[in-house]
């Protein structure tokens, strides 16, 4: 069920196909001294909450750029990628749905998925519940990596928006939802009023159109948008014009204090205008749900 998705997830340098005990590559032409580059990362649990309402078309989207995004931190190109997904119960067409979600979201930035595992844990995962995990490899030129000492003082910060909460902070989303029983399935705009007021809750919409005929699944489980592509491009442009990109941090949990000083030398640190860009009006919702203040809910 799994393979014309997982076919379409191919690359040149790919060697074989499905059905070995290992996939292979080769490293791309042109390089003269390849190095690669390697991150394994997961959804964590908002697995679960896909899992609750049966939506798994975007969980491959949010793999991969879990784990391409922390690859193109080191200036590499995502080459490959490999998942493994636990399931309480195989249930084929929902273990085909979740690997082909995989396997679209590779193809959409050039990657290739070389392989992976399926696991069915009876008696220890209930019978709908699963988890996904994943290892992508790239590669740079070692002349060109990117290792978190090339920022100079007087470098300016490039904010690339979230498309959403991405895959973190679920365990308190998951917390939220229940404790205020929350209607998965019902419109967005209802449960931001009822967190944030009439007027907040209208001003938050205007900016965010998308949002208007949404309900709160949809919201809560927006695939991540994935960067590696747009952050080499970017790269790219920037050579071309004589500069370069000197550093790039991947925020995740941890927020921007936890993970803007990694793609920085120990002896620098970055100056942020806060309020310089909206914060997305899911993370006022939870916010209000869970009377937690801006710091907690960037670090979140």
């Given at each position: 069920?799994?393979?014309?998705?997982?076919?379409?997830?191919?690359?040149?340098?790919?060697?074989?196909?499905?059905?070995?005990?290992?996939?292979?590559?080769?490293?791309?032409?042109?390089?003269?001294?390849?190095?690669?580059?390697?991150?394994?990362?997961?959804?964590?649990?908002?697995?679960?909450?896909?899992?609750?309402?049966?939506?798994?078309?975007?969980?491959?989207?949010?793999?991969?750029?879990?784990?391409?995004?922390?690859?193109?931190?080191?200036?590499?190109?995502?080459?490959?990628?490999?998942?493994?997904?636990?399931?309480?119960?195989?249930?084929?067409?929902?273990?085909?749905?979740?690997?082909?979600?995989?396997?679209?979201?590779?193809?959409?930035?050039?990657?290739?998925?070389?392989?992976?595992?399926?696991?069915?844990?009876?008696?220890?995962?209930?019978?709908?519940?699963?988890?996904?995990?994943?290892?992508?490899?790239?590669?740079?030129?070692?002349?060109?990596?990117?290792?978190?000492?090339?920022?100079?003082?007087?470098?300016?910060?490039?904010?690339?928006?979230?498309?959403?909460?991405?895959?973190?902070?679920?365990?308190?989303?998951?917390?939220?939802?229940?404790?205020?029983?929350?209607?998965?399935?019902?419109?967005?705009?209802?449960?931001?009023?009822?967190?944030?007021?009439?007027?907040?809750?209208?001003?938050?919409?205007?900016?965010?159109?998308?949002?208007?005929?949404?309900?709160?699944?949809?919201?809560?489980?927006?695939?991540?948008?994935?960067?590696?592509?747009?952050?080499?491009?970017?790269?790219?442009?920037?050579?071309?014009?004589?500069?370069?990109?000197?550093?790039?941090?991947?925020?995740?949990?941890?927020?921007?204090?936890?993970?803007?000083?990694?793609?920085?030398?120990?002896?620098?640190?970055?100056?942020?205008?806060?309020?310089?860009?909206?914060?997305?009006?899911?993370?006022?919702?939870?916010g209000a749900l869970g009377g937690l203040g801006d710091e907690e809910l960037r670090a979140t």
């Amino acid at each position: 069920l799994m393979g014309p998705a997982v076919a379409r997830a191919r690359r040149p340098e790919v060697i074989g196909g499905l059905g070995g005990f290992a996939g292979a590559l080769a490293v791309p032409a042109g390089y003269r001294e390849p190095v690669l580059v390697a991150s394994t990362d997961g959804i964590g649990t908002k697995a679960a909450l896909a899992a609750a309402t049966g939506r798994y078309e975007g969980v491959g989207a949010d793999l991969v750029a879990m784990c391409a995004d922390d690859v193109v931190c080191s200036g590499a190109e995502p080459l490959a990628m490999l998942d493994y997904l636990a399931v309480g119960r195989l249930v084929p067409e929902a273990v085909a749905a979740i690997v082909a979600s995989v396997a679209d979201a590779c193809a959409a930035i050039g990657c290739a998925l070389i392989g992976g595992e399926t696991a069915e844990h009876p008696g220890v995962m209930e019978a709908g519940q699963f988890d996904l995990a994943g290892c992508c490899i790239g590669v740079v030129e070692r002349s060109r990596l990117l290792d978190g000492s090339a920022a100079r003082a007087g470098d300016v910060l490039i904010g690339l928006a979230a498309s959403g909460l991405h895959a973190n902070g679920f365990s308190l989303v998951r917390s939220l939802v229940a404790q205020w029983d929350l209607d998965l399935g019902g419109a967005y705009q209802a449960a931001l009023r009822r967190a944030l007021g009439t007027a907040a809750a209208e001003a938050a919409l205007a900016a965010e159109p998308a949002h208007l005929l949404a309900t709160l699944a949809d919201v809560l489980l927006a695939p991540t948008r994935i960067y590696s592509r747009v952050v080499l491009e970017l790269r790219a442009d920037l050579l071309a014009a004589g500069h370069d990109l000197r550093g790039v941090a991947h925020v995740t949990g941890g927020g921007l204090p936890g993970n803007v000083p990694r793609a920085l030398p120990a002896d620098l640190a970055a100056r942020v205008t806060v309020g310089a860009w909206p914060m997305p009006s899911v993370m006022r919702l939870l916010g209000a749900l869970g009377g937690l203040g801006d710091e907690e809910l960037r670090a979140t």
